[in-house]
């Protein structure tokens, strides 16, 4: 062989060898960013069944407190309304604001609990708020992890090459599970026996 010959071998391997390099690597952050996408839906999902669990334990509260405090009528409609807001809420930034309200309400109708001796005697309202407190604190971890998924979604798609991969699907950007009021869910209603 010619030395020209093997000097444009060479150097088509070269060039070969450094697209296949960066093939690898564009197939590296795509995958990189799909996989970190698919773990904020799971931690999505994982919210949502924790308030759907929460949600599921609201109508037994609400006819527990009012078997016992027939005139509380108004912490009730307001637990039943966040309820359901938060039943309907499907993005982070409307579940952030009925998250909100729920803790809220629940605050209340447990204010309101307190002026009734017997309710808070009665084992159904006791194991009630109990599983309560349980789905307060599965739903602050599930907002923690999903949150933690976020920040390193965010953070990956805003770096070359997965920004142009985000763009051109559509999901630049995810958004944080936060509430408005922090106060409201800084902790969760307690058991007070």
Known sequence: MEP???GILVAV??????????????WSA?????????RVDHAWSDVATSTTRRGE????????????APHETVPLERLTRARAAADAAVAPTEASEAEAEV?????????AADSYPQ?????????LQSELVASEDAIQAARRAYNGSVREYNAAASRFPARGFARRAGDTRRDFFEVAQPSAIAEPPRVQF
């Open 30 to 38: 795509a995958r990189s960013l799909a996989a970190r996408r698919a």
């Open 119 to 127: 309710l808070l005697a009665s084992q159904d309202f006791l194991r």
């Open 13 to 26: 391997g070269v060039v070969v060898l450094l697209a296949v390099i960066v093939g690898l690597w564009l």
């Open 4 to 6: 020209a010959t093997v």
């Open 103 to 111: 803790q809220t309400a629940l605050k209340a109708v447990f204010g």
């Open 57 to 68: 334990l609201v109508p037994g509260l609400v006819e527990a407190v009012r078997g016992h």
